[in-house]
């Protein structure tokens, strides 16, 4: 679940009567000034374990309640709040008390009344009967300034972020024709300030696996939580569906909501594994209504969002509508670059290690699918070094490598090539693929683009055919299978069929 960053939105007020005092539990005592001691001891031990700036963010305003024969009870102001650090931090809580009074074998968390007294004006009423709009900013203001003199990590820790590798910056990023264009635009929104007129809005960038994804979406995280006042969110889907699940278990959507829709800049990875109709309604409300407020939004996927079958088709068609830009494959010159970039980073922690220029040229050239294939290539050649104690040579890179070396990827075949060739060889228009006429011109060619969508490509019998004009996935599987059986008996088809599949992989 995200950590809570606008705390002081989830006070609750009372009219005119002050908080009745604390009712003691059965078997409950007094506290006594020795209580208190091991309470200040305690939070003393808390705040070394989790650091100040965390400390001061959630721990700050939690109090002693009560001291029962073997329980403790500790109060907070926000059920947010309480939620949050009995999912997070219940068992350190446990331990820290139990350093101070080993008896103790229970911390119970309960949510106080609360009231707002002279935050920001000068003369306030003893008692504030309604949280008043210059209350809330005030107030959220003093979090946001306590958040952002936090270094990068441990604010993005604060907001309730998903890991992040201080490896993957902008600074350690790999330049190459392939991604020249995503790294401009995920550099742009990285260095965007607060208040900036937002220039691509979502940013969707998609790529196969180990094509530097989550390296420029983490990249603008580290760029984003760097600049004072700016709150840069960085989830994966895995985690987004985990924080919603959770907060809909505890009953605490609402500030979870709230939370999410307080980011400055939301970045979302591997969006392809976001899963669940209530989960993907929520991503879409949140989507909207970041993009409405003018804030930043940047996906990453696996695929054009078009291409995103299991997706909601309101988030497709809003992903669709900002800017889309794809990752390929790096060339030789780049992966050869990655390689010496690796071998500068290997050389600091052993300084031994050394990669002849001639090895480094033959590890680019053969192996060709993604960066993480390069990293498993380098990492080889440092194990063999550093456990044979042999020089890095030719023959040993040859024998390290040889199952990532694998035959040249065919090109990638999309469903638009294949009804612009298929339209071109039969002369006619795409419109008349997608369309509902039933010709003798036209109902062949479109199953022989169905037929080839079908074998060329990994999309499903449904996805084909929305593609096709929003036809039923039985109208794909009988085209499919007739061409099929028709290819069996007629050379002069199956001829044709081999010439558009050569056209379309050239």
């Known amino acids: 679940m995200l950590k809570p960053h606008e705390p002081a939105t ?14 003691d539990l059965k078997g409950a005592t007094a506290m006594t000034s020795s209580d208190l001691e091991r309470w200040s001891r305690v939070k003393l031990r808390l705040r070394a374990e989790v650091g100040d700036d965390i400390f001061s963010s959630w721990f700050a305003r939690m109090d002693l309640d009560g001291i029962e024969e073997g329980a403790v009870r500790l109060t907070v102001p926000t059920r947010f709040l309480k939620s949050w650090i009995q999912a997070h931090y219940a068992e350190r809580l446990l331990a ?15 949510v106080r009344s609360a009231v707002l007294r002279n935050i920001c004006t000068k003369a306030q009423p003893e008692l504030a009967t309604e949280p008043t709009r210059e209350n809330r900013n005030c107030a959220m ?45 995920a550099k742009q929104v990285g260095a965007a300030r607060r208040g900036e007129s937002v220039m691509f809005n979502p940013l969707y960038i998609h790529a196969g696996v180990g094509l530097g994804k989550t390296h420029l979406l983490q990249a603008i995280a580290w760029a984003g939580n760097s600049m004072s006042g700016r709150r840069v969110l960085y989830l994966t889907a895995e985690k987004f569906m985990y924080g919603f699940v959770s907060a809909l278990k505890t009953q605490t959507a609402i500030a979870f909501k ?7 800049v939301l970045v979302i990875d591997d969006l392809q594994f976001l899963q669940g109709k209530s989960t993907q309604a929520e991503f879409c409300h949140t989507l909207n209504a ?66 002849p220029a001639p090895v480094l040229g033959f590890i680019a050239k053969a192996v060709t699918h993604n960066g993480r294939d390069l990293d498993g290539a380098l990492n080889r050649l440092l194990a ?42 039969y002369n006619v228009s795409r419109a008349d693929l997608l369309s509902s006429r039933r010709t003798a011109n036209v109902v062949r060619p479109r199953q022989i683009a169905m037929y ?24 794909v599987l009988h085209a499919v299978r007739k061409i099929e059986t028709l290819v069996g008996s007629d050379t002069a088809l199956a001829d044709e069929i081999e010439l558009l599949k050569r056209l379309l992989q050239e």
């Open 452 to 475: 080839l969508a079908k074998t060329l490509t990994l999309r499903s019998l449904p996805e084909i055919g929305r593609r096709f004009g929003g036809r039923d996935h039985t109208t």
């Open 258 to 264: 709230e939370a999410l829709r307080g980011i400055d």
């Open 10 to 23: 989830s006070f609750s007020f009372r009219r005119s009567e002050p908080p009745p005092p604390p009712q």
């Open 290 to 355: 970041l993009i409405d407020a003018g804030r930043q939004v940047v996906v990453a996927g696996d695929r054009p969002p078009g291409d995103l079958e299991s997706l909601d088709d309101r988030v497709r068609s809003r992903l669709a509508g900002g800017l889309v830009v794809e990752m390929g494959s790096p060339d030789e010159s780049l992966r050869l670059e990655i390689l010496k970039s690796r071998v500068a980073l290997a050389r600091t922690l052993h300084p031994g290690f050394d990669v």
């Open 384 to 425: 063999h070094n550093k456990l044979t104690g042999h020089p890095v040579t030719m023959e040993m890179a040859e024998c390290a490598v040889r199952d990532l070396v694998r035959p040249q990827d065919p090109k990638r075949v999309k469903i638009e090539d294949i009804q612009r060739t298929v339209a071109r060889q």
């Open 96 to 110: 820290c008390w139990k350093a101070e009074q080993a008896l103790v074998r229970r911390v119970d968390i309960g």
């Open 141 to 185: 203001e003093r979090v946001d300034e306590r958040i952002s003199a936090a270094p990068a990590a441990i604010q993005h820790e604060a907001l309730g972020g998903s890991p992040l590798d201080p490896r993957l910056t902008f600074e350690t990023f790999m330049i190459g024709r392939s991604n020249t264009l995503a790294h401009a635009a």
